[in-house]
Each structure stands twice: as structure tokens, then as C-alpha cells.
């Protein structure tokens, strides 16, 4: 049994960075949303980072170290490396696909679980972790058939499996850049230069957080700055003031996450209330916590530090009354906006925000939209080029959670069967 692999439990990755370190951070993230077990070793002087890592000191360039339970080790690793690593990093099989989707969140993992069960040729194609955003949640609750909540690791580690047992095929560590549609195929290029024929797609690559903004936030990400719940980063905080801003679920969720192990939490809201924006069993919760705060009607008007955040300062949005807070720990998990840029070259129709419009939200006064190519009107979840659905976040209308993303994904592969059979 190595050092690392206790009896009953699986073996771990050790990472191996610099405290603080934006790289570090983004390796970390990725595991903890693969439901990866990892030990972070955070190095703080050249004298550990030679003994422990093995480099010549805390600014050496293969630092983050990654030590893999086989002892082999990665310096600096890509997503694409430790997928390669862990063996989930694969060539597309097939000339042309049934089905290819998008993003392997909720409602992509669900569409691939279905279709594959099916009997489609299915691919799923994710840019980075499988799980999407379900996949950086402490906790979901609400999920149906898991009474004591599941980790959104843990339940997108189950679909994965699900989805392959199925035998659908799941690129991982790809990103789709570009589509070209043509009456009965989509082609769709990744950022890696590969090349997915399909004979129908579904997008279901969901949204992006939304940032405070501020000129210098680049500057701290991943070194006191993290956009979403932070799932990797909480039994850091021990015993440190850690900000939340956000008044959704996914905020309250993080905040009550951290609770566990700050000494102190506190909520920033644009608005008066959560109970406004929160689901009532988080506002009950975040209530009794003697630990979490709320700061009503403020948001972050400016962050500063030396390399790492060292401080906020928070603004009165009806007052203008200023207040600065020392912390190293601020996550942001404010209402993000889908990316689908690439949808607009296309001529896909999308709202004013960026959504994916589909089926009965495409016609005005019962008629499909202009460019509309076929003697039907398109299907719900379809979107105005035939054979191209939307499924989950992304899609104009949905609502943001996960049961309906998952239900979206397998309402879509219903569509895709009826549009396959008249191609
Ligand atoms: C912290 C947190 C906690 C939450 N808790 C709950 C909860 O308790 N209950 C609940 O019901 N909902 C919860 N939600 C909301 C729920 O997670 C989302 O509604 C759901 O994940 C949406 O699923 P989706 O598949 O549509 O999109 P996403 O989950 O956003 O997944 C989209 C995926 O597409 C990938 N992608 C994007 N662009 C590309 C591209 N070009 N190429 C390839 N891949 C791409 C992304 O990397 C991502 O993995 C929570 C959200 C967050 C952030």
C-alpha cells in the first residue's frame, strides 16, 4: 500500500504549488470537480519547494507539481495532460455520429445517457471537468431520489459512468469552437483542430459566471478571487473571514459550505433580502449558522493585494458608505450569461442575452422565422436550423436547475429520434 492509499480508500494525487497560486488553483478545481481525491501541498519558501517538489525554488515554472498515485509526475500539468492521465482522454472513434452534444453538464450528461441507451452514436464533448456548474455544488438537495443531498461531483461521476456503460463516447479536455450545418449533417470543429460530423447536435453547454467587473480582477483569479462555490478551496479557509457574493442558490450553498470551516462567512447582495432570491431551506439554514452574515444592498467596488487578495472594500448601494474587509477569500456566484457567440455566426436565432431560442419561441404569429428551411414547424428544444437543438441553461425559457436541465437533455434526444427518422 502506497503512503497515500489508507485501507478503504482510493488513492490520491498529490498537488504540489506555490500558496496563492492562480495554476495551482485551476488544477485543483479541475480534480475536485472530477471527484479526483487529491492532497494539496502548499509550499510557502524555496527550501520546501526544492524538498517536497523537487524545483528549484517557489518561481520555478514547473510548479504546480502533480504526483500521480503510480508516482509518476507532471509539472505544470494542461487539462489535456491529467485527462491523458487518468486515462479519459481519447480520439473521437467514428467518421460521423448519430448525435453529437455539447457540454456535459446536467443536461448534455443526461442527453448522452439517453441517446446511448437508445441505440444512438452518441459523443459528448466537454471543454473541461464533466458536471458543468452541478459539478462545483457542495451539496444538491433538491435533486430527486437523494434525500440527504449528493455532491454534484459525485452525481456527475455517476452519469459519466451511466452515460459510458451505455456506451456513448465522451471527449473530455475539448472545446467546440466553431458549427456548419447543412441539411441533414452538422459539423462541428474543436479548438484542438478535430472534426465532428453528426447527423444532429444538441447544445447544451450552459452559462459562464458573471464577473464584479473590476479593472484589476484578473489579477487575483485563483489567488483570493474564484468565480463559483469554490468546492476545492474551503478546508483552506479555516479560521479566516470568507465573502460570498451572490443572493442565489448557488451562493447560499457555498456560503453554508464554507461555514463548516471559516470562522466567519459573509453573504454581499445587491438587494434587500435573500429571502427574495434564495430557496427558503438555505435562507433557514444561513439563519441559524452563527457564522454567516448577510450584507444587504452592497457589492465590491474594489479588491487589492500583493500578488494574493489581501482586501475588499464593500460599498452601500443606497448610502454610498464604504467599509474594507482584510480577507484572502472572495468567491463570486452571481448569475452568469450563456457563450454562444458562435451560435450568432451560424444565424442562430438568440435572445437579447445570448439564449439559444428554440421550438414554439421561434414562431410569430404560428409561423417559424424566415430562414426556417422545412414544411414543419420546429420542434420544442429545437432551434431555427433543423436537427440543431438547445438543452439546458443555455436555452432561452429554461429554468436554472438541475432536474430540469437533465430533464431537458432527455426530452431533446426524443426530438433528435423524430428528426432522425424524417432525414
Ligand atoms: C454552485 C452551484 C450550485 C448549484 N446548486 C443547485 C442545486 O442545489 N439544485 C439545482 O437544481 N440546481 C443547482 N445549481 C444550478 C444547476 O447546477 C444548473 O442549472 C445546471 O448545472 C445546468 O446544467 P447545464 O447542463 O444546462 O449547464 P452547465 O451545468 O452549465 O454545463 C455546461 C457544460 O458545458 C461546457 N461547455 C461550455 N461551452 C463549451 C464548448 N464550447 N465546448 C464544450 N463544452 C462546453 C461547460 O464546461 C460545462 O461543463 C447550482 C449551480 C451552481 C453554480
Redesign the pocket.
Known amino acids: 500500500m502506497s503512503e497515500t492509499q489508507l485501507a478503504g480508500q482510493p488513492p490520491r494525487v498529490k498537488i504540489f504549488g506555490r500558496s496563492g497560486s492562480s495554476a495551482a488553483y485551476t488544477v485543483r478545481d479541475f480534480l475536485q470537480r472530477s471527484d479526483v481525491p487529491f492532497d494539496w501541498i502548499a509550499l510557502s519558501t524555496d527550501d520546501q519547494a526544492r524538498e517536497q517538489a523537487g524545483v528549484a525554488d517557489l518561481k520555478d515554472p514547473r510548479l504546480p507539481v502533480c504526483i500521480f498515485p503510480d508516482g509518476s509526475r507532471l509539472e505544470s500539468p494542461t487539462f489535456r495532460q491529467i485527462t491523458e492521465k487518468l486515462g479519459w482522454f481519447h480520439d473521437p472513434s467514428r467518421s460521423e455520429y448519430d448525435l453529437a452534444i455539447?457540454?456535459?453538464?446536467?443536461?448534455?450528461l443526461s442527453a448522452a445517457v439517453y441517446a446511448a441507451s437508445e441505440g444512438l452514436k452518441a459523443v459528448l464533448?466537454?471543454?473541461?471537468?464533466i458536471?458543468?456548474?452541478?459539478?462545483?455544488?457542495s451539496k444538491?438537495?433538491?435533486?430527486l431520489g437523494f434525500p440527504s443531498g449528493i455532491s454534484?461531483a459525485e452525481l456527475a461521476e455517476r452519469a459519466r459512468d451511466q452515460a459510458c456503460r451505455f456506451g456513448a463516447e465522451i471527449l473530455i479536455a475539448?472545446?467546440?469552437?466553431r458549427g456548419e450545418f447543412f441539411p441533414g449533417k452538422g459539423v462541428g470543429y474543436l479548438a484542438d483542430g478535430t472534426k465532428i460530423v453528426a447527423r444532429s447536435t444538441i447544445c447544451?453547454?450552459?452559462?459562464q459566471y458573471g464577473r464584479l467587473n473590476l479593472p484589476n480582477e484578473d489579477q487575483f483569479l485563483g489567488s483570493g478571487l474564484y468565480y463559483?462555490?469554490g468546492l476545492s478551496e474551503a478546508s483552506s479557509c479555516g479560521d479566516e473571514h470568507v465573502f460570498v457574493v451572490g443572493g442565489g442558490?448557488?451562493a447560499g450553498?457555498?456560503a453554508m459550505h464554507f461555514s463548516r470551516f471559516a470562522k466567519r462567512v459573509t453573504i454581499v447582495i445587491r438587494g434587500p433580502s435573500l429571502k427574495c432570491t434564495l430557496s427558503r431551506y438555505l435562507v433557514d439554514r444561513i439563519s441559524a449558522a452563527p457564522n454567516v452574515e448577510v450584507v444587504a444592498n452592497a457589492e465590491v467596488t474594489a479588491i487589492d493585494g500583493d500578488g494574493v487578495l489581501q482586501q475588499i472594500l464593500l460599498t452601500n448601494r443606497q448610502t454610498g458608505q464604504q467599509q474594507t474587509f482584510a480577507t484572502h477569500w472572495l468567491f463570486i456566484?452571481i448569475g452568469g450569461a450563456p457563450?454562444t457567440e458562435w451560435a450568432a455566426k451560424v444565424n442562430i436565432v438568440r435572445d437579447e442575452a445570448g439564449y439559444l431560442v428554440t421550438g414554439p419561441d421561434l414562431l410569430t404569429d404560428g409561423r417559424p422565422p424566415g430562414n426556417w428551411p422545412i414544411d414543419r414547424n420546429p420542434y420544442y428544444m429545437e432551434t431555427n436550423i433543423p436537427g440543431m437543438f438547445a438543452?439546458?441553461?443555455?436555452r432561452h425559457g429554461s429554468v436554472?436547475?438541475?432536474?430540469?436541465?437533465v430533464g431537458e437533455?432527455a426530452m431533446a434526444v426524443t426530438f433528435v429520434h423524430r428528426y432522425l427518422a424524417e432525414v
Open positions: 455539447y457540454g456535459a453538464g446536467p443536461a448534455g464533448i466537454e471543454r473541461s471537468a458536471g458543468g456548474q452541478a459539478g462545483t455544488s444538491i438537495e433538491n435533486y454534484g475539448r472545446e467546440g469552437v447544451a453547454t450552459g452559462i463559483g462555490a442558490n448557488s450553498q457555498a456566484c457563450q438543452a439546458g441553461d443555455v436554472k436547475r438541475c432536474a430540469s436541465a437533455g
